[in-house]
């Protein structure tokens, strides 16, 4: 034995004793306190080795164990030692075992005037501990052995896993070896309750210092314990509010913002943390001011360390109604938070009084402290959050309420950015849905269906889709998409869409419609410059008209996706339209391209949200979109559908969709009867006749009279104000008959109203008054008066 190693020739007895009582390990310390070797020991009942009618230690109610026992040595003599047993958690499924120690005796029983243990001792100015080279604890000063709860001279000779059997006596263990091979200093932070103290855990931290002799190598480690709660505590909180900056209003949904706040403050505040918010119907949508009670709040989200959550007494979804004694309405009353701590007599049991099942959940978790929280922003109260704890011992401290307030009032400016969100999308969506068409006319020249999908996440934009009659048994199809997002995109669709029938209805060719839209677009764009000084307003469109008497179609685009044809027996193509400016660049020309098309042929318009995905290039979402077309089916809808389903996600579009598909449809040259007519007003009577003989032959005996008078008319005025040659023409359906009559003479007929002594002026009178609709369009060739007759079904 040397003066620095006075533990040389002793070292501690260590024993390992089974949950049955028996001993599995059995140290060389061990045998040279009471003389027995491993080999006798081991496996035999560890009560055998005290004295005789010497008392076996009481089972301890925590984890550990010291004091003085008597034991037999060997030779029959009795040994009186001091002894250490922990528990240590198992490595397997076995049962835990208990490790118990008995440290070495100094020379004399004394400890020795080590300089090494006096330098250290009393330069530490706090809790201090050293350990040599072998990581034996040569001594601690009081501070230390308070915080250990053992006495200081039974604790020399130990190393930490001796002590206690936690994982910071491991994670202790490896940083003194670490600092004994480095000889560099090493820090440890752990948050736990020292064996010594009654109150709550603490935040501790371990600074571990390397101890040289005068050579300058290292013989131990000074490791010094200081308590950082404050800092540690401080820190914390800064973490929690820069998390819920973070993870609170990842999204504008109201509720899932809710659960947010929820997630973000268990367990890191509280133990159970639940959102109600006020009944937005019940409150008109804004609370000004603090509710009158009793209040009645729904449960938007909650969250608890326990899975399940069952501490809750309200589901989500779920309107409790709180009257004012209660901690909710107190909390909302005031305006500030409120905390109530003490289940058994004292603030939170006058709380709860007036809720026996609350109350009593309580009770069953263990519930000793409560703060409600109220959620405000921008002058509106929202509704509160109420933190619970049952696990964490300590109460709620005035920290907490400043850190609990910071939180809930982010969370509150992002729950009213979603519920605004909500109201503005809403609004926006009833808009759009007024200004779109709620069902597709039925029409003799296509079969149509649509869909319209608003955007999950940016909000509702100005997508539009029509489908507008045209005279001759033609129909207009469109498909338009305003630049933006709101109410302001919505509005501008329904602006654009009423002037495109308009456009439509006085029979504008494709590219010349698209030509007077641009215009508008522009004046639109200037006007919103003047009133809002951004001045950007923008959109693409494409307008078809199909023919069913010739069967063509005449498509333009301006800056739209180019539409795609399905034949009706192949495969979907993209058509290569003439790619036209979006409407507001202004000035620049847009093209026309005419397509001929077998009956029972699909066109398809949309809108680019089809086709936009964070998961495909828009090559592999073209060849999905033609693959999801060419499947043979005979509903439209059943189309639309699979088409939504094979190109977006579950959760919705990032923008709006609109689909239109028309499947189209050709009129039988047997429903067409065309004549050409020299400029001589006698030829009139046989024309009329001609026609006669005709609806004949249709089967329209009932639409005679009034299609000569009708006829007559027409063709004595292109007789007389119009220039040859003339034709005329008439197409009839299942429900309608169509007389035009084509000149080449630019000037248009209007309706007057002729006075009592004139002779003439009442032609287009009659024919206003016996058809169901009228007009003229502008042709390459000239004009075009037609009229529409509504075919009675025979009885």
Request: hydrophobic share 40%; glycine share 8%.
């Amino acid at each position: 034995m040397s003066p620095d190693q006075p533990f040389d020739d002793g070292v501690a007895a260590r024993a390992v004793i089974a949950a049955d009582g028996t001993l599995t390990e059995w140290s060389e310390g061990a045998h040279r306190l009471l003389g027995h070797p491993a080999a006798e020991v081991l496996g035999r009942p560890a009560a055998e080795l005290l004295a005789d009618g010497a008392a076996a230690p009481p089972v301890p109610a925590d984890s550990r164990w010291n004091g003085t026992l008597t034991l037999r040595h060997r030779d029959g003599h009795t040994v009186s030692v001091w002894v250490l047993a922990h528990r240590r958690p198992p490595d397997g499924p076995e049962a835990a075992e208990w490790l118990a120690v008995s440290p070495p005796k100094a020379p004399d029983g004394e400890l020795p005037d080590d300089p090494l243990v006096r330098a250290a001792l009393t330069q530490s100015p706090c809790a201090t501990m050293i350990f040599d080279e072998e990581l034996r604890l040569r001594g601690v000063n009081d501070a230390m052995a308070d915080l250990l709860g053992l006495p200081a001279d039974r604790l020399r000779g130990l190393r930490p896993t001796d002590v206690g059997s936690r994982p910071q006596n491991t994670e202790l263990e490896e940083n003194l070896r670490r600092v004994l091979s480095t000889g560099r200093r090493q820090d440890m932070q752990t948050y736990m309750k020292a064996s010594g103290e009654s109150r709550g855990a603490h935040a501790w931290l371990a600074r571990l210092a390397p101890l040289t002799d005068d050579s300058g190598r290292v013989r131990g480690v000074c490791v010094t314990a200081h308590d950082f709660t404050e800092q540690y505590r401080s820190r914390e909180r800064l973490q929690l509010v820069n998390e819920a900056s973070v993870r609170i209003g990842t999204t504008l949904d109201v509720t899932r913002t809710a659960q947010e706040l929820a997630d973000v403050c268990v367990p890191a505040l509280a133990d159970f943390v639940s959102v109600d918010l006020l009944d937005v119907q019940e409150h008109g949508g804004e609370s000004a001011g603090p509710p009158a009670p009793p209040v009645s709040l729904r449960r938007a989200a909650h969250q608890s360390v326990n899975s399940g959550s069952p501490e809750a007494v309200a589901k989500p979804g779920q309107v409790d109604v709180y009257p004012e004694n209660s901690p909710q309405a107190a909390s909302l009353i005031l305006g500030h938070a409120v905390v109530a701590s003490g289940a058994d007599g004292g603030d939170l049991a006058k709380w709860l009084a007036w809720d026996p099942v609350r109350f009593r959940r309580v009770r069953e978790y263990g519930i000793h402290s409560t703060m409600s929280v109220p959620l405000q922003a921008r002058g509106s109260t929202l509704g509160v959050a109420v933190f619970t704890r049952f696990r964490r011992p300590e109460p709620f401290t005035a920290d907490d309420v400043l850190l609990a307030e910071e939180v809930t009032a982010r969370a509150a400016v992002c729950i009213d950015n979603a519920r605004r969100y909500s109201r503005e999308r809403e609004t926006t969506l009833t808009l759009q849905r007024s200004l779109l068409p709620r069902t597709l006319p039925r029409t003799a020249a296509v079969e149509a269906a649509s869909r319209y999908l608003p955007a999950t996440r940016s909000g509702v934009g100005g997508d539009w889709f029509d489908v507008i009659p045209l005279s001759g048994m033609r129909v207009a199809m469109v498909v338009g998409d305003v630049v933006g997002h709101g109410i302001q995109a919505s509005a501008t669709m329904g602006r654009l869409r009423t002037a495109v029938r308009t456009l439509a209805d006085i029979d504008l060719a494709p590219d010349e419609l698209l030509t007077h839209l641009d215009d508008l677009v522009v004046r639109l764009s200037q006007e919103s410059g003047v009133d809002a000084g951004t001045g950007e307003v923008g959109a693409t469109c494409l307008y078809a008209v199909y023919d069913p008497v010739s069967r063509r179609c005449t498509l333009a685009r301006a800056g739209h996706p180019q539409p795609l044809l399905v034949p009706p027996d192949g495969p979907a193509r993209q058509l290569d339209l003439p790619s036209g400016p979006p409407l507001g660049v202004g000035g620049l020309p847009f093209e026309s391209a005419e397509v001929e098309l077998r009956e029972g042929s699909v066109l398809a318009f949309h809108t680019d949200g089809l086709l936009a995905s964070r998961e495909r290039d828009v090559d592999a979402s073209h060849r999905t979109l033609r693959e999801a077309l060419s499947a043979p089916s005979d509903s439209l809808d059943e189309i639309c559908d699979r088409v939504l389903h094979a190109l977006l996600p579950p959760s919705g579009s990032a923008d709006d969709v609109a689909l239109l598909l028309a499947r189209t449809r050709g009129l039988p040259s047997s429903q067409v009867a065309t004549w050409d007519i020299p400029a001589d007003p006698a030829l009139v009577a046989p024309i009329r006749k001609q026609v006669v003989d005709q609806l004949d032959q249709w089967g329209l005996t009932e639409a005679t009279f009034t299609a000569e008078l009708v006829v007559s008319e027409l063709v004595t005025n292109a007789i007389r104000y119009g220039a040859a040659p003339i034709r005329l023409r008439l197409i009839h359906d299942g429900s309608t008959l169509i007389c035009e009559v084509s000149d080449t003479s630019h000037t248009a007929p209007h309706l007057r109203r002729a006075k009592t002594w004139d002779e003439g002026g009442r032609g287009l009178l009659l024919v206003a008054q016996l058809t169901q609709r009228w007009g003229s369009r502008h042709t390459a060739e000239g004009k075009t008066i037609w009229a529409e007759l509504a075919l009675l079904d025979e009885v």
